[in-house]
């Protein structure tokens, strides 16, 4: 699975949710499973935009109800962040 945070510009959008109204910021993603992509929109507090990029979902994401594994929030995470430094091999 890839996430891909495209680059544009994120639209400015207002959400209320049981009556209390709120400033956000959408951000349009392309999402690819086995090659297949489909696109979607993230939505954000405006000010953590993500940068354009690839993201993979972080694992508070995601949630285990009656047996069921849920996501009620993407989070996403850089992809770069999750690869470890490997050592480096001792000069002989």
Same mark, same amino acid.
Request: aromatic fraction near 6%; charged fraction near 20%; charge should be positive.
């Given at each position: 699975m890839k996430i891909q945070v495209l680059n544009r510009a994120a639209e400015q959008v207002q959400t209320t949710w049981e009556g /209390?109204?709120?400033e956000? &910021? $959408?951000q349009w993603c +392309? +999402?690819?499973?086995?090659? +297949? !992509?489909t696109s979607f929109q993230i939505t954000v507090d405006p000010g953590k935009e993500y940068a354009p990029g690839e993201y993979t979902l972080a694992p508070e994401s995601f949630? /285990? &109800?009656?047996g069921r594994l849920t996501? &009620?929030?993407?989070v996403l995470v !850089? /992809?770069?962040a999750q690869v470890k430094q490997? !050592? $480096?091999p001792a000069a002989a």
């Amino acid at each position: 699975m890839k996430i891909q945070v495209l680059n544009r510009a994120a639209e400015q959008v207002q959400t209320t949710w049981e009556g /209390v109204t709120r400033e956000r &910021s $959408k951000q349009w993603c +392309l +999402l690819e499973i086995d090659g +297949l !992509p489909t696109s979607f929109q993230i939505t954000v507090d405006p000010g953590k935009e993500y940068a354009p990029g690839e993201y993979t979902l972080a694992p508070e994401s995601f949630a /285990v &109800s009656n047996g069921r594994l849920t996501m &009620s929030r993407a989070v996403l995470v !850089p /992809v770069i962040a999750q690869v470890k430094q490997q !050592p $480096k091999p001792a000069a002989a």
